[in-house]
Structure formats: C-alpha cells, structure tokens
C-alpha cells in the first residue's frame, strides 16, 4: 500500500500561479505513473496531467501551455506547477500513483487539495 498525501492548494486570484506537490509514503519502483486528476463542483473527475517512470508526460487540452507537471522517481514525489489560472481551474486537485504488480494495476489516490480561483 502506498499512503498519497497531498498539499499546495489554496486561493488565488486569476491568473495568478500554484504548485502543487504530492509524495508518496514509500518509494516503490513499481510505481509506473504519476498523474493529477481534478474535480469542480458538480462535475466528474478529469484527468490532468500525467507522468510515467521513463519521463514521457501527458497534458490535457485544458492544462497544456500552462500547467507543467514533474516528478522524481527515487522518492515518488510529483508536482504540478499552475501558471495564468482561472476561475474555470477552480476544483479539488488529486494525485494519483499507478503501480504496476504481478496481480494487475494498483491505483492510489491522495485525499485532495482545493484550489480556488477568484476572478
């Protein structure tokens, strides 16, 4: 099992810039992928942005150009760094960590952090 704890979320004023950051409790070098997954209210979650263990990373259409996500493998961490926000970005931010194990795909997922843009 693999706690996911995230943090970085807060108030901001549109257009303005967040990082988020997430660590694994242990580092595994099963984990695979990393990615963060948002939630707004009264909508299902979406994907946001993704990286896998080789570096490979993947954007949504909504996140590319202005969010960039990073990780380091050696301690399961992952971060997003939010630059020219909006109020359409408003949402609850979750990290998730895939694993890779001999009985198929382990997810876990963080317990989130808001973030909020004012306009």
């Known amino acids: 099992q693999v706690q996911v704890v995230e943090s970085g979320g807060g108030l901001v004023q549109a257009g303005g810039s967040l990082r988020l950051s997430c660590a694994g409790s242990?580092?595994?070098?099963?984990?695979?992928?990393m990615a963060w997954y948002r939630q707004a209210p009264g909508k299902e979650r979406e994907w946001v942005a993704s990286i896998m263990r080789t570096g490979d990373t993947n954007y949504a259409d909504s996140a590319k150009g202005r969010f960039t996500i990073s990780g380091h493998n050696a301690n399961n961490t992952v971060y997003l760094q939010m630059n020219s926000l909006k109020p359409v970005d408003t949402a609850v931010y979750y990290c998730?960590?895939?694993?890779?194990?001999?009985?198929?795909?382990?997810?876990?997922w963080g317990q989130g952090t808001k973030v909020t843009v004012s306009s």
């Open positions: 242990v580092t595994k070098s099963s984990i695979v992928r």
């Open positions: 998730r960590m895939d694993e890779r194990s001999s009985t198929g795909p382990m997810y876990y």
